[in-house]
Structure formats: structure tokens, C-alpha cells
């Protein structure tokens, strides 16, 4: 794995996991609309890491997230995201 891959993952991790902690206090502020743009504006940014990263190095979820772009399953090439050793 390059540092390339490595590092847009990580980036990938990052917006997720602010998603997630917006998400988690606009469970509790639904009408912050600073937060809701927060969130809208990363998750918009990661989504569109994950599809540059899936067109550079693979899938990252299975069970129909993503559709295979070859004539191949790359989803059973390894390492599988979770394997990545940072």
C-alpha cells in the first residue's frame, strides 16, 4: 500500500468520523444550522473521497454500496479496507 492510499484513507476516516459526531449532536440540536451545514459540507467531501478512492484502489464496502466498474469483483482483492495497517 502507498503513502498515497494510505493517506486518502485516513483522510477518508477523518470526515467520517466528524459526520458521525455531527450527526450525533444534531440528534439532540436538530435546528443548528451551522452544524447541519458542517455536516452537509463533510459529508459531500467524503463522499467524494470514496469515490476517488474506489477509482484509484478498489471498493471499500460490499452488499450493493458499490458497483463493480470492471469486468471483475475487486471487493475479494486484498488488503480489505479494515486490513490496512496504518
Same mark, same amino acid.
Given at each position: 500500500? @502507498?503513502? #498515497?492510499?494510505?493517506?486518502?484513507?485516513? %483522510?477518508?476516516?477523518?470526515?467520517?468520523?466528524?459526520?458521525?459526531?455531527?450527526? +450525533?449532536?444534531?440528534?439532540?440540536?436538530?435546528?443548528?444550522?451551522?452544524?447541519?451545514? @458542517?455536516? #452537509?459540507?463533510?459529508?459531500?467531501?467524503? %463522499?467524494?473521497?470514496?469515490?476517488?478512492?474506489?477509482?484509484?484502489?478498489?471498493? +471499500?464496502?460490499?452488499?450493493?454500496?458499490?458497483?463493480?466498474?470492471?469486468?471483475?469483483?475487486?471487493?475479494?482483492?486484498?488488503?480489505?479496507?479494515?486490513?490496512?495497517?496504518?
Amino acid at each position: 500500500m @502507498d503513502a #498515497n492510499q494510505v493517506a486518502l484513507i485516513k %483522510r477518508i476516516m477523518e470526515l467520517d468520523f466528524a459526520c458521525i459526531d455531527l450527526n +450525533l449532536y444534531l440528534d439532540t440540536h436538530p435546528d443548528d444550522q451551522k452544524a447541519l451545514r @458542517d455536516y #452537509n459540507y463533510y459529508s459531500q467531501q467524503s %463522499r467524494s473521497l470514496k469515490a476517488q478512492y474506489e477509482q484509484l484502489y478498489g471498493p +471499500l464496502m460490499s452488499f450493493g454500496e458499490t458497483p463493480s466498474q470492471c469486468n471483475r469483483f475487486k471487493w475479494v482483492d486484498d488488503p480489505w479496507p479494515w486490513e490496512i495497517q496504518y
